[in-house]
Nanobody, 115 residues
């Protein structure tokens, strides 16, 4: 199993920035895919960004050019840098990992974009 713990959410004004972090309980080298999903109230969970161990990265159209994922293999930590935030980015953001063909999710961190 993999435990994922997110941090870094909060309240930010439109146009602002936030950086989310996710620490995994196992080495990134053993994880096939990692990334971020989000879920707004009353909505289904949706993909934000995902990257594979081979290095390919995919972003949702809605965040392309504004959000960037990065990872620190030494710290087993991945990051989601969010800029140009919009009210429609308000959601609970969940860290995701696929480990030995099983999907794992963190508890989530709330991001609220409001003036």
């Amino acid at each position: 199993q993999v435990q994922l713990v997110e941090s870094g959410g909060g309240l930010v004004q439109p146009g602002g920035s936030l950086r989310l972090s996710c620490v995994a309980s196992t080495s990134f080298y053993s994880i096939n895919r990692m990334g971020w999903y989000r879920q707004a109230p009353g909505e289904q969970r949706e993909l934000v960004a995902i990257f594979s161990r081979t290095g390919s990265t995919h972003y949702a159209d809605s965040v392309q050019g504004r959000f960037t994922v990065s990872k620190d293999y030494a710290k087993n930590t991945q990051y989601l840098q969010m800029s140009g935030l919009k009210p429609e980015d308000t959601a609970v953001y969940h860290c995701y990992a696929n480990y030995y063909d099983s999907d794992y999710w963190g508890q989530g961190t709330q991001v609220t974009v409001s003036s």
